[in-house]
């Protein structure tokens, strides 16, 4: 238990700090404003490490991207297994949210006019066709421009083609690589200095949001929690369990279950994806899956895979559409929620705060709303956290199962395999 209150210990008193900023909200009402300062505060210290944080979190990650055995049809398997078991997870979160209303306001125009930031749109920007506005979107024409949260993927595709170029440069790029490394360290320890804030800053924020806009806000966060870990529970048993049948038969669905459990356990207690590998990739190890594809998919899986991180992101997108009265009439609407629900999610990486706020200043960036809404996401990702990050875990689990079967066939799951590997774990005790 003890452990348990120290692995949440973060979790719990960012919860806390939510409810009390929710009374005083509801108590005090507007003069709850005078609160907003300190919230401003907060987001703006997040705001001024995102730039560094996503260029030195991609760049490295791919730079030290090794190559195992048979990579290509390992690392293609990969990539097909966790495109379709995405696309699975966003249409489920898309499901979940499109006919509920996660938060009813009457005053929606007042809270997007309070979170805008004063911009500029001239009528050439509105005049600009699709081809162009991508353009605009992916690439800048200077430098300098990357150096603003105003070009997130702009500064998403330089950082892949930068860590792609020193991966192909080798031992060459050592040095530049541990300066890399040297300084995303830095930057996770800023980000660790200024969640030392976040109990205040987020309780203020939601205090002051309150205040302003009643507590129709609070019960939307009470509501998106309760529907998402429904969805969760759901997905969790039903979803991978057809995937497992998918990957073994009815033997596959057998021994996923038989040993799930640690993983699962491990996600929930220390709500960390990063965290969860060791016990992750045996656990992957016992169900039969081949060791190449276990320490292949699992650490992939982490920074590249995460169906509860999905559903979430649909989550917030959805509750920031009811918050803005934003329109899905029309099936390209649909589809772009839909699109930007999964490339939030693409690139996050397993640093717990880090990767979180890159999602969602992408969902910010790609959906067109203010930046000043990204604490009301941070809030979402707090309260879905311990669920998101079992389906996380989890998920990656399964999907080595089903990398198996596309790389070796139906002979990779064998009861002599599995007994094996049975026989192997018996040494090893799995603390949670």
């Not at 938060?103 to 001239?122: F, P």
């Not at 990957?247 to 596959?252: D, V």
């Not at 930046?371 to 998101?388: G, H, S």
Request: charged letters at 15%; glycine letters at 8%; one cysteine or more.
């Amino acid at each position: 238990m003890k452990k348990f209150i120290s692995n949440y210990k973060s979790t719990i008193i960012l919860l806390v700090a939510i409810i009390v900023g929710a009374i005083v909200g509801i108590v005090f009402q507007e003069k709850a404003t005078v609160l907003s300062p300190l919230g401003d505060l907060f987001l703006n210290l997040l705001l001024v490490v995102i730039v560094p944080l996503i260029f030195l979190t991609i760049t490295t990650s791919i730079a030290k991207m090794k190559q195992p055995k048979r990579i290509g049809k390992i690392i293609l398997s990969i990539i097909g297994v966790f495109v379709f078991t995405s696309i699975i997870a966003v249409l489920i979160g898309f499901a979940s949210t499109y006919f509920i209303k996660l938060v009813d306001t009457e005053d929606g125009e007042k809270i997007k006019a309070s979170l805008e930031e004063t911009t500029e749109e001239t009528s050439e920007e509105k005049e600009m066709t699709i081809a162009e506005r991508t353009v605009n979107l992916i690439t800048v024409n200077d430098f300098s421009k990357l150096l603003t949260k105003d070009n997130i993927i702009a500064l998403l595709i330089i950082s892949i083609i930068t860590g792609i170029a020193i991966n192909m440069s080798g031992d060459k790029a050592k040095p530049f690589v541990n300066v890399l490394e040297a300084a995303n360290e830095v930057i996770n320890n800023i980000i660790k200095i200024i969640m030392y804030y976040a109990p205040i800053g987020l309780g203020c924020y939601f205090a002051s949001l309150i205040g302003s806009f009643g507590a129709s806000i609070a019960v939307g966060y009470l509501k998106t929690f309760i529907i998402y870990t429904v969805v969760s529970i759901l997905f969790y048993f039903i979803v991978y369990t057809i995937y497992a049948l998918i990957a073994g038969g009815k033997k596959g669905v057998t021994t996923f279950w038989r040993n799930a459990i640690p993983s699962t356990l491990t996600a929930l207690a220390t709500c960390s994806s990063a965290a969860s590998i060791p016990v992750n990739v045996e656990c992957t190890k016992k169900m039969g899956v081949p060791e190449d594809i276990a320490e292949t998919t699992i650490p992939m899986g982490t920074s590249f895979h995460k169906d509860g991180s999905i559903i979430g992101s649909v989550f917030k997108i959805m509750f920031l559409v009811c918050l803005f009265g934003t329109s899905l009439a029309t099936p390209g609407e649909v589809f772009g929620v839909l699109g930007v629900a999964l490339l939030a999610n693409l690139l996050v990486t397993a640093v717990p705060i880090g990767g979180g706020t890159i999602s969602e200043m992408l969902i910010i960036s790609m959906m067109g709303y203010p930046v000043a809404a990204l604490p009301i996401l941070t809030i979402i990702a707090t309260i879905i956290d311990p669920p998101a990050t079992m389906l996380n875990v989890v998920g990656d689990t399964v999907s080595s199962m089903m990398v198996a079967r596309v790389v070796d066939g139906k002979e990779w799951l064998k009861d002599k395999n599995i007994e094996d590997k049975t026989k192997e774990d018996k040494k090893i005790e799995v603390t949670v």
